[in-house]
Structures are given as C-alpha cells and as structure tokens.
C-alpha cells in the first residue's frame, strides 16, 4: 500500500521534475530597436565539469535593418535542475538560476545576461510568497519574487517564478535593474511555454506565440517614408507622425545610436557623415522606421 501512494504522489508531480525537456520552448516579445520575439528551446544535453546539463538555444525573429524579417542566434544557455534548485552557467560556474526551496525572506542573486556587465555586483531575487498553482492538470511550485539590490533594497518591481516554466510576466534572463545597462537588453515579456504532453501556457499573451506581424502590416504600419531622401542637411517629417511618435533616434549601420531626441518636423543631420542611417521614431507603444542615406 505504501509504494502504491508513492508511485501515485510521484506520478502526480511528474512534470514538476522534468526542467527543459526535449521540446521545451519559451517565448518572449522583444521591445528593442526592432519589433519580433525571442524563442528558447531545448536543443540538447552536455557535460560541463562532470555535470550533465541542458542546452537551451536563444533565437531572434522580427524585422530586420532592411525592413524585412529575419532570425538569428543570440546564443546558447546551459542550465540544469537538482532538488528543485534551476542552475545557470555563468563566467565558468554554477549560479542558482531559480529556487523552489526558497522560503519568504530567502533571496539568491540575479540570473545576470551576457550583455550586462556594468556592474560589479547584481540585484537579487527575494522571496516574498511561495506556493503551488494547477496549470494543465499540474501542480507546479511557485514563487513570488521582488527585485532588490545588493543591499536588499526594493526596486519597485516583482513576478512570479513557475516551476518549470520560469517568469511568467519577465523575460527567462531578466534585466538587472541594478547594473546600470541601457542597451543589450535581449528579450522582454513572458508569451508562452510549451513542451511535450503539456499544453501552451501564456497566461496572459493573446496573440500565438510566434506572431511578429504580417508583410502588410510591416510596409503599412512598421515602415514610413521620409523627404528629402537621399538627404545632406534636413530631414523633413509629417505632422501627422509627430503628433503620435514623439522620440526618434538615428542609428548606423552597426546598430550604435548616432543621434536622438524629441521628434520635430525637421531633423538636423548636417553633422552626420555619408552613408546609410536608420531613423526610428517611437510612442511608449509602438515604433516606426525609415532608411536615410545621408549624402555629402
């Protein structure tokens, strides 16, 4: 009788033990400089030091520097779960990547992304609620975290780690508040989750996951056309565009922000030397794009 409630109690939270999967795939919205997603998905196991772990391959797809859309890699993750505990590899080591053990008042550093390296230290993850949640018939661990520093300070921001499925409202690497990086952020809000025997879960994303947006809706809504172009001193902006986007910035080619400010109905760009720029301007919800070739 005994191994049979054991048998039952394990096959119940069977998917609680099982972190990344093959099949598992993540999906995050990306808010940079061009609009589209960011997917992660199990692409394999391997040995780092002895230790058996898992390799989860990061992909962009959206809108391109010429306006068309494209994919491509911005890396690779090795993680693996022991005892509730989700590790991360980071400069040569094992770092807690999420902890289901955790108890309220427990904090572990912040996961911290390639790109953000300002800082010498990280903001850390406090425990302010834990418990569990049936999401697909499963009943799955989770916390509620705030945001802190160092100092373990409140930065004015929480979510909620699933076990699993990872944040459900940030993105799976979040941006450290407290390192000070602008730029290099790679993914933005939780989509959706799926793996092998479990539904998608996007608790809040409407959209299907891997929605950018349609050829049309690119050249009529992403796109815009600006005069004179090619240009050697002003570039000429619609009222109507103003009146809705109200920042802009000029980008080179490399993507490296040349100049920005707030939107005008004329953009100077008598400094900038020959060639082809990219102009975006933007609204706290949407962004809008045009090629420049400034010429001299």
Sequence with gaps: MRLLVLFLLFSGFSFAQNWAPNGAQWHYSYYGFFPGYVDIAYSGDTLIDGQVSKKLSKTFHGLGWGMDITSYSIGT???YEANGVVYLRYQNQWDTFYNFNAQVGDSWRMAKQ???NVAPQNSRLKVIATGTKVINSSTLKFVNVEFVDPQMNPLGFADTIVENIG???SYFLPYDMFDGAVDGNE?????????????T?????LEVCDYIMSTTELEGNASFQIFPNPVSDQINIPESLIQQYNHYFILSNDGKVIQEGQTTTTLDVANLPAGNYTLLIESPTQKRFAKVLVVR
């Design 201 to 205: 879960y996007k608790p809040i994303y």
């Design 167 to 169: 944040f459900i409202g």
């Design 114 to 116: 390639p790109f953000a």
């Design 77 to 79: 993750e090795y993680t």
């Design 187 to 199: 993914g933005g809000p939780f989509r959706c989750f799926t793996a092998p025997n479990f539904a």
